[in-house]
């Protein structure tokens, strides 16, 4: 079975920076997409960035500038680099992995537990 284990999350003032990491274990062949996603109280989970096995990236607008997402393909790990945080980027942040190849047949997505993220003075 595939695991995404994520950390890094916690309070931190507005301006502040946070890490957030994933890795993702098992007998795993390879993983198309790795993404961040995060959902707010009352809120849809919304996507925030992914990043794909060639290295290319999407942002959603609102933390285009502010956000680095990066990933170790030897690791199996995707990390967020959060910049200028904003009372409004407070949510529970989950990472999700994409077309996972368990082998030749098997190929399906995954999702962390989640990690909570609090901007707030």
């Known amino acids: 079975q595939v695991q995404l284990v994520e950390s890094g999350g916690g309070l931190v003032q507005p301006g502040g920076s946070l890490r957030l990491s994933c890795a993702a274990s098992?007998?795993?062949?390879?993983?198309?997409?790795m993404g961040w996603y995060r959902q707010a109280p009352g809120k849809q989970r919304e996507l925030v960035a992914t990043i794909t096995s060639g290295g290319s990236t999407t942002y959603v607008n609102s933390v285009k500038g502010r956000f680095t997402i990066s990933r170790d393909n030897a690791k199996n790990t995707t990390y967020l680099q959060m910049n200028s945080l904003k009372p409004e980027d407070t949510a529970v942040y989950y990472c999700k992995a994409e077309k996972v190849r368990l082998s030749l047949t098997r190929i399906y997505d995954f999702w962390g537990q989640g990690t909570q993220v609090t901007v707030s003075s």
């Open positions: 098992g007998n795993i062949f390879s993983i198309y997409d």
